[in-house]
């Protein structure tokens, strides 16, 4: 067990290292602002904690299976989650949306249903969430 994680973190840390060398990647302005993490946290909450997006992230780290809707196809679904995602994404400000994301992400580790290669997926499309929802910042870096 201690080796997975041991594997994992390293994943982690050279997909970040990848990311962060070829990409401008966008901290949040709350890291250094006591009062805007504040008011970013309210804002994460009152948008459930971006639910939206913890599913859709949910979702593409795993493969399709039986848990999909029977009564809609899987791009279907996914399509409308990221559609209600972004719309969460959107009613929260600009400098709070990767703390939101990364909000996101933490949730879905600590619910423990995802290791190694999904959270690995997960991960990488969670950096990119901002830009398929077309909002700024493009990218984040995801810290877990």
């Not at 929260?92 to 990767?98: A, F, L, P, S, T």
């Not at 290791?115 to 830009?131: F, I």
């Amino acid at each position: 067990m201690a080796k997975l994680t041991i594997l994992v973190a390293a994943l982690v840390a050279l997909l970040t290292l990848a990311h962060a060398t070829s990409t401008t990647i966008t901290n949040t302005e709350a890291e250094d602002n006591p009062r805007q993490q504040q008011r970013c946290r309210q804002q994460i909450q009152r948008q459930q904690n971006l639910r939206n997006c913890q599913r859709y992230l949910q979702q593409q780290g795993k493969e399709y299976d039986d848990a999909m809707s029977n009564d809609q196809n899987p791009q279907q679904q996914q399509q409308k989650q990221l559609r209600q995602c972004c719309q969460q994404l959107k009613n929260v400000d600009e400098q709070c949306r990767c703390e939101g994301v990364n909000e996101a992400v933490r949730r879905q580790k600590e619910q423990g249903k995802m290791q190694g290669e999904e959270m690995r997926k997960m991960m990488q499309q969670a950096e990119n969430l901002p830009s398929r929802c077309n909002l700024s910042p493009q990218q984040c870096q995801i810290s877990i």
